[in-house]
């Protein structure tokens, strides 16, 4: 997907507030533990008076990564907060439960048959048969798998690392069947979440604060952009880069040579409140933004 992630609900409710997780998770982040926390000061916003928010739907289990295809909207339950959902908006009929039978799901995305989602709760990879509701799980063993993404016939999915220690720092490269391998493992990525591809031959990669190029070629990892604050779920349009900074409550706009600037909103502009989840609807043109504490799934026009 064009996406990313944090992830507890009362001790998080995708914030979470525990001594062992870090700051910023799939669906997890904590001020808790000085050792991951990062001294961010947010970007100054000259945009958010035209910024255009709209609330399109409230659940509790609207958290995490978002998908939007063909004029619908899936979205994901957020893991460590023990909920097992994935589910369906559309602006005619709003938001139901599509199934419960995920475990923490993170990020979602799709091919014309299923969808695949990253289950953080259990380590897994699930499927979702969109025609039977059939839910299956193709993969295990991960790491606290993140970000997915669909290149070709192959999934992309980021490791952001498994509780206690969260000390992801790998890429896996899937086949349909479930088939995997370590694509790449980088010092350089640290707790990595949002991944997207950028062409057919690269993806981008959300590794806290920091935005990587990964080339599926060589496999050589590029850094891109240093935004200054931590980023979970990005998304991409026509080369530029749009990212979810859930601490700060900011939407950034990034380009491929590393400018950054917010687009909505700050910290004291409750226009919008931790958002996690972010995807493109190109028939709207507008971002569709999960907000992670408070279940709320906003739209944020382009125009």
Known sequence: MKIYLILFASLLSVSCESKDSPENQPNITT???DSVVME???IEDTTAVEAKLTLLATHPDIQDGVLVENGKVYT?????????????YTDSDGFKILSNEFAGSIDIDSDNEYLYVTNYDDNTIKTYNKSTGEVNTITGELDGPAGIEMVGDFLYVTNFGAPPVYSGNTVMKIAKDGTKEVFLESSELLRPQGICE???KTLIIASKANLYTLDLES???KLIAETGLSVGNITIIEDVIYAAANKHNQILKITLDGDVESICCDDSDEKLTKPLGIDYDEENNRLIIAESQVGRLKALSLD
């Open 31 to 33: 001020d808790g533990q």
């Open 40 to 42: 961010e000061e947010p």
């Open 76 to 88: 994901t339950c957020g893991g460590l907060i023990r909920k097992t959902s994935i589910g369906l």
């Open 219 to 221: 496999k050589e990892l």
């Open 198 to 200: 950028l062409n057919p």
